[in-house]
Each structure stands twice: as C-alpha cells, then as structure tokens.
C-alpha cells in the first residue's frame, strides 16, 4: 500500500515570483509519498535558496568593480552592511555628533528641548525622525537645525531634505515637542514637495 504525505503535495513548488517550478520533469503531476517527505524539503530547499544567484551574482560583479575583492575579504557582513548602507544603530550622541545650528545656539533652549524630545525617542523614531530631515533612514547624514519660520511656536516642524535642514519651531514643552516631532517623522513622508 502507498501513503501519500499529503494528497495535495507535488513534485513542484511555488518560487518568490509566484510561478510553479517542476522538482521533478513531470512532478506537478506526482504526488509526494510519505518515504520522500525529506528528499521533497530538501529539494525545495536547494531550489528556493539558489533561485536568486543570478541576482547575487550580478551584485557581486557590480560591487567587485568599484571595490577589489581583497578589501571586501576585510570586513565581515555586517561591518559591510553599515560601509554599504549606514549604521541602523541611531544613537543621540552619534546624531548630536553629525547636527549642526545655524541662527541657534547650542546650549539655547530650543536645541535643548529637541534634544529632551529625541531622547524620548525610539531606534526606529530616530530613524523616520532622520528620514523626515534628511531622506536617508541610517547615519551617516548631516543635519542642518535652524529656527522655525516666523517664530512659530509648537507646530509641526519643517525639512528640506535636499539640504539636510530641520526648521524647529519653539516648543512650549517637551511633551508638544515629542509629539509635534514623531508625527512628522511618521506622517510627513513626502521628500520635499516631490508628487510622483
């Protein structure tokens, strides 16, 4: 007698473009036995880990061709990751450290109360917080910190990203300032006044 794993599991699988891919020549029209369930996993496996070398590959040549292999031997993949793309770790020291005011003084309340405000902020608030001023959602980028326009007071802040500029209203707490400052973060997502 012949047991089926399941009566619905075939010799072909579902690849990340949502086409059926035969394991076997034929296997959409064979079912899996309960004796191949291993060698089944184990073909699915091997088949939906390698369907996307022909992409690795062209990245691999693409990144060889501006950086030499052996300085790429140098780095583990996260320490490439953050040469590549940034550092995901957004700390306010390191973001204190790539902020500078214009028409503000350092220690003056405003850049204080930003300051409180951020700190109250989450890893991933600081990075949407960055994306609103900068478009980038990792360090390093630079920021710009002026006052608000036309003295405004706790309203939403304002950003050009082209130039890394945040325009800070004056806040009348911290709390106005966290809150007034997260929605922008999250809501404002347009980069400057792009519309396509």
Known sequence: MTYFFKEELIWATTTSDGSVLEIKPGGINIHVEYSERVAFMEAVQTLLMNESNEQIAAIRKGLLSVIPQAVLDLYTWSELEKKVCGDPEIS??????????????????EVKMLWDAISQFSNEDRSKFLRFITGRRRLPAWINV???????????????????????????????????????????????????
């Open 92 to 109: 306010i020291s390191k973001l204190k450290l790539c902020t500078t005011y214009h028409d503000l003084e350092e220690t003056g309340p």
């Open 146 to 196: 002026y006052s608000g326009k036309n003295g405004d007071t706790d309203s939403l802040p304002q950003a050009g990203t082209c130039s890394y500029a945040l325009y800070l209203p004056r806040y009348t707490s911290v709390e106005s300032a966290v809150q007034k400052l997260r929605y922008a973060a999250y809501n404002c997502v347009a980069i400057d006044t792009d519309t396509h």
